[in-house]
């Protein structure tokens, strides 16, 4: 499962702003590598396949553990942040000062990463709600700072989140950094599955066409979607 994406550290030297941004890459890169690490080990396989299977089956081993805890009526649902309260109230303070430090790319990533931290790192997956926001945010940011081999490296584990591939703006910024790095026929794909979840939403993500760009993405997502709804018919058809 590893992700050997092109190390997006900076040189030193430079002004403080870009030294406190190097220094933030260098602990999230760290952060994000343990990460990719332990799903290594998991799935024991780089077929994602196969890692989703030993996801659904870890995911299964702490759903009974809680209803062996707590009873058979717990709720499945809760498995969405993490179980101890106190820490949850921790990461979602951590969760909100990163949104709010908008623009802040060296203060966005250490809250992001101090956010990591406060999850279980062997199965971080667990908790699949918090989970799955801060390596969305995580991306958003990388994204934003141009530092695009990072964020597609982080995107891709974000998708094996639980429930990460149904978030249509997952899918929306897969688009956009596949878009920037030259990869439009990644990006078409990225864009279409987006563009299928969200069509039906008001103030989707593609209704402002406002620049050049956004023409752009919009064309590449209808033709993403033409795309997938074709292969979806044809495996109707053959099924």
Not at 108 to 130: C, G, N, S
Not at 131 to 157: N, P
Not at 208 to 215: G, K, L, Q
Not at 220 to 230: R, Y
Request: proline share 2%.
């Amino acid at each position: 499962a590893t992700d050997n994406h092109k190390s997006s550290t900076m040189t030193t030297g430079g002004s403080p702003d870009d030294t406190a941004l190097s220094t933030a890459l260098e602990s999230y890169e760290s952060e994000i590598k343990r990460w990719w690490s332990n799903l290594d080990f998991l799935a024991a396989s780089s077929d994602s396949n196969v890692i989703k299977i030993q996801i659904n089956q870890a995911m299964q081993q702490e759903l009974n553990a809680r209803i062996e805890q707590h009873g058979p009526d717990y709720d499945m649902d809760l498995l969405a942040n993490l179980a101890d309260k106190d820490l949850q109230v921790k990461v979602d303070s951590l969760v909100l000062r990163a949104n709010i430090a908008d623009g802040k790319y060296a203060e966005q990533l250490k809250l992001w990463t101090e956010a990591m931290r406060l999850l279980p790192e062997d199965r971080f997956f667990v908790p699949y709600e918090t989970a799955s926001y801060i390596l969305l945010g995580s991306a958003d940011t990388l994204q934003r700072a141009c530092k695009l081999d990072l964020a597609l490296s982080t995107i891709k584990l974000a998708m094996y989140v639980p429930g990460a591939e149904e978030i249509a703006y997952g899918h929306f910024l897969d688009g956009q950094i596949k878009f920037e790095l030259g990869d439009n026929d990644g990006a078409s794909k990225a864009f279409g599955r987006a563009y299928l979840m969200d069509k039906e939403e008001e103030g989707g993500l593609f209704d402002d066409v406002d620049t050049e760009d956004d023409a752009k993405f919009l064309a590449l997502a209808q033709q993403g979607a033409a795309e997938l709804e074709k292969t979806i018919k044809k495996n109707e058809e053959d099924a």
